[in-house]
């Protein structure tokens, strides 16, 4: 398990899709306005 040190501490927000990364960021903006 100490091959992979980094990889176990970046967050797993890095891998997420596009697609969704941008619908994270939509619900994001709209509890900001709200």
């Known amino acids: ?5 980094s ?3 970046e967050p ?3 891998r ?3 697609v969704v990364q ?3 960021n939509y619900f994001n903006i ?3 306005f709200y």
């Open 1 to 5: 398990t100490s091959t992979l040190p």
């Open 7 to 9: 990889q176990s501490c």
């Open 12 to 14: 797993p927000t890095r």
């Open 16 to 18: 997420i899709d596009p």
């Open 22 to 24: 941008s619908v994270n």
């Open 30 to 32: 709209k509890t900001i």
